[in-house]
């Protein structure tokens, strides 16, 4: 079974960027798909981005054109640039596993999650 451990997150002010990583263990990363997901105070966790295992992008609305998603098979790590940060995007983000290698906007088609990196935009 694959693990995760997200980095990357911390405070900076609104318009500011941040680049999150979510390094994977084990020998199969290239077959999965991988996505981020966020989970602001009160609020249930929300699909932001994902990545299939061939490379199609997904991402939520809200972030179209200020945040992107990438992956390096080689170095078993998947990226989110987020760039324009809005305090809006103040959340827990998650990087999770899809082994079926799909990248859907569904929280409960991913097999295995991260601890979690916060993320904080301050106005």
């Known amino acids: 079974q694959v693990q995760l451990v997200e980095s990357g997150g911390g405070l900076v002010q609104a318009g500011g960027s941040l680049r999150l990583s979510c390094a994977a263990s084990g020998r199969t990363f290239s077959r999965y798909a991988m996505g981020w997901f966020r989970q602001a105070p009160g609020k249930e966790r929300e699909f932001v981005a994902g990545i299939s295992w061939s490379g199609s992008v997904y991402y939520e609305d809200s972030v179209k054109g200020r945040f992107t998603i990438s992956r390096d098979n080689a170095k078993n790590t998947v990226y989110l640039q987020m760039n324009s940060l809005k305090p809006e995007d103040t959340a827990v983000y998650y990087c999770?596993?899809?082994?079926?290698?799909?990248?859907?906007?569904?929280?409960?088609?991913?097999?295995?999650w991260g601890q979690g990196t916060q993320v904080t935009v301050s106005s």
């Open positions: 999770a596993a899809d082994y079926a290698g799909l990248a859907g906007r569904y929280s409960g088609q991913y097999d295995t």
